[in-house]
């Protein structure tokens, strides 16, 4: 990806080089813990049901909302500028 070059009005340009996207995932992790438990005692009706609520919330994932960004600057001048 190319590097994103942001100006704030006027001030000085910044360099970003990345942005990852967290997604507010606390119902899918707990359907994962909730599957490794049903593997533990082999319950392969749970097993199964589970997965079939995973596999629609993957299906939904686009509408997960924003928890927050993990944004990585060229350098420390740039995290200043917008700090």
């Given at each position: 990806m190319?590097?994103?070059?942001?100006?704030f009005?006027g001030?000085?340009?910044?360099?970003i080089?990345r942005i990852?996207l967290a997604?507010?995932n606390?119902?899918m992790?707990?359907?994962?813990?909730e599957r490794?438990?049903?593997i533990r005692h082999?319950d392969?009706?749970?097993i199964a049901?589970?997965?079939?609520?995973?596999n629609?919330?993957?299906d939904?994932?686009?509408?997960?909302?924003?928890a927050?960004?993990f944004?990585?600057?060229?350098?420390?001048?740039?995290?200043?500028?917008?700090?």
């Amino acid at each position: 990806m190319k590097d994103q070059i942001l100006n704030f009005g006027g001030r000085e340009q910044i360099r970003i080089v990345r942005i990852d996207l967290a997604f507010d995932n606390e119902q899918m992790i707990k359907l994962f813990k909730e599957r490794g438990q049903a593997i533990r005692h082999n319950d392969t009706e749970k097993i199964a049901s589970i997965e079939n609520k995973i596999n629609s919330k993957r299906d939904n994932h686009y509408h997960t909302p924003i928890a927050g960004a993990f944004i990585i600057f060229e350098d420390d001048r740039n995290l200043k500028i917008v700090l």
